[in-house]
């Protein structure tokens, strides 16, 4: 969804120079805000403490089931007593949204504080929830990098700024969530239905994880150096307040539905809420290293700078450091020249790559499918095992969630090296993962949960994917799928439209890599 980004700017450059640009207000001086030590007394540092052994680092649960990952955010909104850190790229105003947002709205008024951080590009349909929270005691609601005005819709927002695009390009992808500052929520769900299974339309296949232990201090100084960045505004200086809207969109999140959980999920876990009323947690354990671009980035930098510093580089050191093998999912694969350099080194080391993104029908943004092209031949000539998910496939099993008729895309970033360096988190491989949005994960060392990690990736690879593969006869691409015990080889890209491959042939070759 964020390289909607470059067909809004690509229809804006015509406005530039055509209408007044607008200005943010002056900013006001606030004080810095910190988290504050953890509590011992809570229930949920009763909980860690209980279930962390003599010596261990940080303690993770693996929550590939979208159900099982919003409920573990709920349930821990639930249960807080002294603060919550909410920090994502989308919070919409939907069933999902409003969910989290009445938890968090319930935890303030037990005296909870909470903070809510969100970047402004998709706020459109939420902001005056968003503002509206804010106005309740124990609440602070902040947007990165806003838009000044416009504001009521998406495109709108860049045509009242049009001299002020490269500053509206540069985005907050980080996804964040901390509970009493000992347990935390890390990965690649946004808040909003299509993330948790619960999306009519689609529904990504995505990945997060509960974090406790000694992550969750690096976790919170770097919400810490967001929140009182310069490039993050108190909403209530940005927002116009609607107050009809306001009132409806407090009841609405009032009213928002109860999820349904399965009893477990495909690798055999029960409900967090089971294990939070027991006391106990059981955990997989591990070193790890939270990694976070700065909230200046690139703004204060060049774009060299940027790279350099980027958690796409430190993604980049963990791969070079592999000696047996590499899996990565990335939605949007635009290696580059850097990335295929990096690739064709491991090939010359005999490490074995194996990669796994979307097909053209599956990807939510079909330009950036234009960029992976370039690369999709080089790296099937230089040893790599490539899937690309299949939409239909993706929906059509139940260990993945309850889609329903929806689409199926991936959404998932991860990466395992050597069957025991392993990394989740919000990072594209693409280039403006690289150099224009922040990003963050969780670099982990733990070979119990790189097995589960894998095993995630084997079940996506096996039962909603493609494999690609050169045909031996031309050299052209062929795709690799089962109907019942035969083997189907396609000769073009599937369960995508005559008119979709039409249309990306004719645009790849204008779009600029830098901008997907």
């Known amino acids: 969804m964020v390289h909607t980004l470059l067909r809004t700017l690509l229809c804006c450059a015509s406005a530039v120079g055509l209408m007044a640009c607008g200005v943010l207000p002056a900013a006001r001086d606030r004080p810095a805000g910190v988290s504050?030590?953890?509590?011992?007394?809570?229930?949920?540092?009763?909980?860690?403490?209980?279930?962390?052994?003599?010596?261990?680092?940080?303690?993770?649960?693996?929550?590939?089931?979208?159900?099982?990952?919003?409920?573990?955010?709920?349930?821990?909104?639930?249960?807080?007593?002294?603060?919550?850190?909410?920090?994502?790229?989308?919070?919409?105003?939907?069933?999902?949204?409003?969910?989290?947002?009445?938890a968090?709205?319930?935890?303030?008024?037990?005296?909870?504080?909470v903070r809510i951080l969100v970047d402004d590009l998709y706020t459109a349909k939420s902001e005056q929830l968003l503002l509206a929270v804010s106005r309740l005691p124990n609440i602070e609601v902040r947007l990165f990098n806003p838009f000044c005005c416009g504001r009521s819709g998406f495109?709108?927002?860049?045509?009242?700024?049009?001299?002020?695009?490269?500053?509206?390009?540069?985005?907050?992808?980080?996804?964040?969530?901390?509970?009493?500052?000992?347990?935390?929520?890390?990965?690649?769900?946004?808040?909003?239905?299509?993330?948790?299974?619960?999306?009519?339309?689609?529904?990504?296949?995505?990945?997060?994880?509960?974090?406790?232990?000694?992550?969750?201090?690096?976790?919170?100084?770097?919400?810490?150096?967001?929140?009182?960045a310069r490039q993050v505004w108190p909403i209530k200086d940005i927002v116009q307040g609607d107050e009809a809207s306001m009132r409806m969109a407090m009841e609405m999140a009032a009213k928002a539905p109860k999820i349904e959980l399965p009893s477990v999920d495909f690798l055999g876990?029960?409900?967090?809420?089971?294990?939070?009323?027991?006391?106990?947690?059981?955990?997989?354990?591990?070193?790890?290293r939270v990694v976070a671009d700065p909230p200046t980035k690139p703004a204060a930098m060049t774009e060299a700078e940027a790279y350099e510093g980027s958690v796409t580089m430190k993604v980049w050191s963990m791969l070079m450091r592999a000696e047996v093998d590499v899996q990565m999912t990335s939605p949007y694969l635009v290696p580059g020249v850097r990335g295929m350099a990096a690739f064709a080194d491991l090939g010359r080391r005999k490490v074995k790559l194996t990669l796994l993104t979307n097909s053209l029908a599956a990807n939510d943004e079909p330009l950036v499918h234009t960029g992976y092209v370039r690369y999709r031949v080089m790296l099937l000539e230089g040893g790599a095992d490539l899937y690309e998910v299949s939409p239909r496939r993706a929906t059509s099993h139940e260990r993945l969630g309850m889609f329903g008729k929806s689409i199926g895309r991936l959404h998932a970033k991860t990466v395992v090296?050597?069957?025991?360096?392993?990394?989740?988190?919000?990072?594209?491989?693409?280039?403006?993962s690289a150099t224009q949005?922040?990003?963050?994960?969780?670099?982990?060392?733990?070979?119990?949960?790189?097995?589960?990690?894998?095993?995630?990736?084997?079940?996506?690879?096996?039962?909603?994917?493609?494999?690609?593969?050169?045909?031996?006869?031309?050299?052209?691409?062929?795709?690799?799928?089962?109907?019942?015990?035969?083997?189907?080889?396609?000769?073009?890209e599937p369960e995508s439209t005559w008119l979709l491959r039409f249309y990306n042939s004719l645009i790849a070759p204008i779009v600029p890599e830098a901008l997907l």
């Open 36 to 102: 504050a030590a953890a509590d011992p007394s809570t229930a949920l540092a009763a909980v860690v403490a209980a279930s962390t052994p003599p010596g261990e680092h940080s303690g993770f649960r693996l929550l590939p089931l979208g159900v099982f990952s919003l409920d573990a955010r709920l349930q821990l909104a639930r249960r807080a007593e002294r603060s919550l850190v909410v920090q994502y790229y989308q919070l919409e105003n939907d069933a999902t949204g409003r969910l989290l947002v009445g």
């Open 104 to 113: 968090l709205m319930e935890a303030a008024a037990r005296g909870v504080k």
């Open 155 to 228: 495109v709108s927002r860049f045509i009242a700024s049009p001299a002020d695009i490269v500053r509206l390009n540069r985005r907050m992808h980080n996804k964040l969530f901390i509970a009493d500052g000992v347990m935390a929520v890390v990965g690649g769900r946004n808040i909003a239905d299509d993330y948790f299974a619960l999306g009519e339309m689609q529904n990504f296949i995505d990945l997060d994880s509960l974090v406790v232990g000694k992550a969750i201090a690096q976790l919170e100084a770097i919400f810490d150096t967001y929140w009182n």
């Open 269 to 288: 876990y029960g409900t967090v809420a089971e294990e939070l009323d027991s006391g106990r947690m059981g955990l997989l354990w591990g070193e790890a």
């Open 417 to 432: 090296v050597d069957s025991r360096h392993l990394f989740i988190g919000s990072m594209n491989l693409d280039p403006r």
């Open 437 to 492: 949005n922040t990003e963050m994960g969780i670099a982990i060392d733990s070979p119990e949960l790189a097995r589960e990690l894998m095993r995630i990736n084997r079940i996506g690879k096996l039962q909603s994917a493609y494999r690609l593969r050169l045909s031996k006869d031309d050299g052209t691409l062929e795709w690799l799928t089962n109907d019942g015990d035969k083997e189907v080889v396609l000769t073009h």
